[in-house]
């Protein structure tokens, strides 16, 4: 057996995530209203509802993306035990940097307030906020 630790063994793991691994699935967000951010991510992301409903922890909406293959999941409540552990932003990629203006354009025109275009190394990004005030980023590579 494999000591944890060893070089060998994390060879090993890294090998085996690299195949089971295919990319996000999906995020969950305690919001407080879920009804406003239902609304508010399919302005802003083009969310559709795929699901709602109650669970143990509150009310839930689940939320897909045509385009993107993710969901995001909101709920209203914490299940029992759970953390109160925060995101400090969410980001999704775009095309280009002429598919970020031209969202944050039509994201603009439909009411929802836009950050100003932040250039950093390796991206351009536009920042929104959610109704709870969660930060979520759109991101053209550069």
């Known amino acids: 057996m494999l000591d944890a630790g060893s070089d060998a063994a994390r060879v ?6 690299r195949r ?6 999906h995020v969950q967000i305690v919001v407080s209203d879920i009804d406003a951010s239902v609304e508010w991510y399919g302005v802003v992301l083009g969310m ?3 699901a709602r409903g109650t ?3 509150g009310d839930y909406a689940a ?4 385009t993107g293959r993710f969901v995001i999941g ?7 035990g759970s ?3 925060q995101i400090e932003h969410l980001s999704f990629a775009v095309e280009d940097r002429d598919d970020l203006d031209r969202h944050r354009d039509a994201i603009a025109a439909a009411g929802v307030p836009a950050g100003d275009l932040i250039e950093e190394a390796a991206s351009w990004n536009v920042r929104f906020r959610d109704p709870d005030g969660l930060i979520v980023e759109l991101t053209a590579a550069k």
Request: hydrophobic share 45%.
């Open 48 to 50: 559709e509802t795929m």
């Open 20 to 25: 089971v691994i295919k990319g996000f699935s």
């Open 55 to 57: 669970f143990s922890g």
């Open 63 to 66: 939320l897909r993306s045509p």
């Open 12 to 17: 090993l793991v890294i090998q085996y995530i």
């Open 74 to 80: 909101l709920q209203n409540g914490l299940v029992a």
């Open 83 to 85: 953390s109160t552990a």
